[in-house]
């Protein structure tokens, strides 16, 4: 399996603290099943202090070394949407998935950003394919899952995190999690682990517990075909999505139709 989004590189962000854990991390991951890790540290969020790529790239090679044959580490960013994104993008300041053409993009946990069609759109522009990394833990996407279908429709790939699928996350990330897979609104399982025993790089549980819902060949497809692709930058085949139509009316759309 490849892991497309992890916080597996040392004292850079609230990731791994010592080279120690991280490489605690990688022989989890190892055991797990995970063969590629795609090490991506918080970028624009108060989290770090947004490493340039060159600082990414050496840190990559530290860790590698490191690490040795039980991962491949490849470099990245998990970027924090602001309206500056695409400016930072041109600039070279972020860095993309194995320097290639997809960028791992987050939401603020509680609301969608005004605007953030706009500014993905300003990014597939630079030809640079934005996924949208764990909506299912943004609270008004789980009150909303459409929200998320109608990214899907502008070329948004959309990442959910394993651990959301065994409901360590709780049962509204659980749910919308799985209303996503099933409205074929989802082309990654990452795991975002961030320490060895807390947020842990496991993905298998993730992956059977999609496997439940969509069937083994599909879940396969969310943790190996479609990473391989972006790791490479290749383009990554995108199902329609299925409309969501049952969703719970809000105070304002029963007052304005
Ligand atoms: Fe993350």
Redesign the pocket.
């Known amino acids: 399996m490849i892991d497309i989004?992890s916080?597996i590189m040392p004292d850079i962000d609230d990731g791994a603290r010592t080279l120690e854990e991280a490489v605690a991390m990688a022989e989890v991951a190892a055991a797990d099943g995970i063969r590629q890790m795609v090490s991506?540290p918080?970028m624009f969020n108060g989290i770090s202090n947004n490493p340039e790529p060159s600082e990414i790239l050496d840190r990559v090679k530290k860790l590698q070394d490191a690490v040795g044959s039980l991962l491949k580490i490849l470099p990245g960013n998990?970027v924090h949407i602001s309206h500056e994104i695409a400016e930072q993008a041109k600039a070279n300041r972020v860095t993309r998935i194995n320097n290639r053409n997809y960028m791992l993009v987050?939401f603020p946990q509680l609301t969608v950003p005004i605007g953030a069609d706009e500014l993905f759109y300003k990014l597939q522009l630079q030809s640079i394919y934005p996924i949208l990394?764990h909506p299912e833990r943004n609270v008004q996407i789980q009150n909303r899952p459409s929200i998320v279908q109608a990214f899907v429709e502008r070329g948004v790939l959309i990442q959910v995190t394993a651990m959301s699928l065994t409901g360590d996350f709780g049962g509204s990330a659980r749910q919308t999690a799985e209303k996503l897979l099933r409205h074929n609104c989802v082309h990654f399982l990452a795991t975002?682990c961030h320490r060895a025993e807390r947020r842990p790089p496991i993905l298998s549980r993730g992956r059977d517990a999609a496997a439940q819902i969509i069937g083994a060949e599909r879940a396969r497809r969310l943790v190996y075909e479609n990473p391989l692709a972006v790791v490479n930058g290749e383009p990554v085949e995108m199902e329609s999505p299925i409309p969501f139509t049952k969703e719970k009316k809000g105070l304002l759309s029963r007052f304005f139709g």
Request: glycine fraction near 0%; hydrophobic fraction near 10%; charge should be negative.
């Open positions: 989004h916080h991506t918080h998990e987050e990394v975002d």
